[in-house]
DNA sequence: TTAACATTCAACCAAAAGGTTGAATATATT
DNA sequence: AATATATTCAACCTTTTGGTTGAATGTTAA
């Protein structure tokens, strides 16, 4: 089972929207980090730092080749966060299914 | 169809624990202001603070009723939220789909 | 009407986030 | 060997975030 704490750090790293944006990117598809950092307005260095986010976050993963660092796209801590936002979610879908219920039952005593 | 920003808000919104127990909190059913507070070790102030940002991702809602103000969970903004998390889930996941398609074509023609 | 309670507002503070620029490191090209 | 490329490291700056305390506001209770 992961840490408590992965939860925290993959959603912070997703509540960027240029770090959603990078993940878009990578993905479709694999990508050095320069390529992952051109259509940015912003410097180079500024992308590597949101890529470091995102890599503590193991939503985006390292592979060097000689000056290259490819980048790709981790899907797994994304599940874990789905994980947390559907029980979240249903959690209060099923009180809401409750109080219908209750609401039905009384009816019928009217 | 809802502003763009709002998965932001919503994202940014999750992205801090205490947030996320104060809405765990509230998913088991409205309370006050006070008494969603009590179990933290924060000031009062501090988690009036997170219950403004949950309100402004639309996360809680707010009924005043005298001096008291009741707040609720709101589940449609994760709707959001984990519709994104799937969709850039299983765009990936697609993307494996096919190359695992084209792995096993190419092992019919060994 | 005074006192207690529930809540926010305002001012402040420290730490973190997101950005910049410039230098350092490592690899590739000529 | 010299130069160009890919990337990070380090120092710095500004804004945002998460917290504090103290005062203000409005509501209920004695």
Redo the contacts with the bound molecule.
């Keep these: 089972m992961p840490p408590p704490k992965t939860l925290a750090r993959t959603l912070?790293a997703l509540?960027?929207p240029?770090r959603r944006a990078i993940l878009q990117r990578l993905s479709a598809g694999e990508a050095?980090?320069?390529?992952v950092a051109q259509p940015f307005?912003?410097?180079?260095?500024?992308v590597?730092?949101?890529?470091?986010?995102l890599e503590r976050a193991r939503l985006v993963q390292?592979r060097k080749?000689?000056?290259?660092?490819?980048l790709s796209y981790r899907a797994e801590p994304l599940d874990a966060a789905a994980q947390w936002i559907e029980q979240t979610r249903h959690f209060w879908a099923n009180r809401l299914d409750a109080l219908e219920k209750l609401l039905r039952d009384e009816d019928m005593n009217k």
């Design positions: 912070l509540a960027d240029t050095r980090v320069t390529d307005k912003m410097s180079l260095n500024a590597s730092k949101h890529i470091l986010v390292r080749v000689g000056r290259d660092h490819f």
